[in-house]
């Protein structure tokens, strides 16, 4: 069964960084376009970061310079570094992949979402 499984969450005080990470398990042929999306309480859910499989990425005006996406394809894993973390930096993370899996077309992916807590 095809999954993304995220880790890095936690809490940090404003200023502080993070560094998330995805990775994807199963049976993969290739993953194209990965990205972090957050979803803030009583907010919708929004894109944070993307990054395509030639390595373009794509940032919210928000995160501009702070947050850093990247990837290893030889793992399959997305990261997010996250630095001079604020308070409305606090979210559900998730991770999302566009994945074609053997036998099927490509197919949006979602991970479970992580927690990150940034007190002021």
């Known amino acids: 069964q095809l999954q993304l499984v995220e880790s890095g969450g936690g809490l940090v005080q404003a200023g502080g960084s993070l560094r998330l990470s995805c990775a994807a398990s199963?049976?993969?042929?290739?993953?194209?376009?990965m990205g972090w999306y957050r979803q803030a309480p009583g907010k919708q859910r929004e894109l944070v970061a993307t990054?395509?499989?030639?390595?373009?990425?794509n940032y919210a005006d928000s995160v501009k310079g702070r947050f850093t996406i990247s990837r290893d394809d030889a793992e399959n894993t997305v990261y997010l570094q996250m630095n001079s973390l604020k308070p409305e930096d606090t979210a559900v993370y998730y991770c999302?992949?566009?994945?074609?899996?053997?036998?099927?077309?490509?197919?949006?992916?979602w991970g479970q979402g992580t927690q990150v807590t940034v007190s002021s």
């Open positions: 999302n992949a566009v994945i074609s899996a053997y036998g099927t077309p490509k197919y949006h992916y």
């Open positions: 199963g049976s993969i042929f290739s993953i194209n376009a």
């Open positions: 990054i395509t499989s030639g390595g373009s990425t």
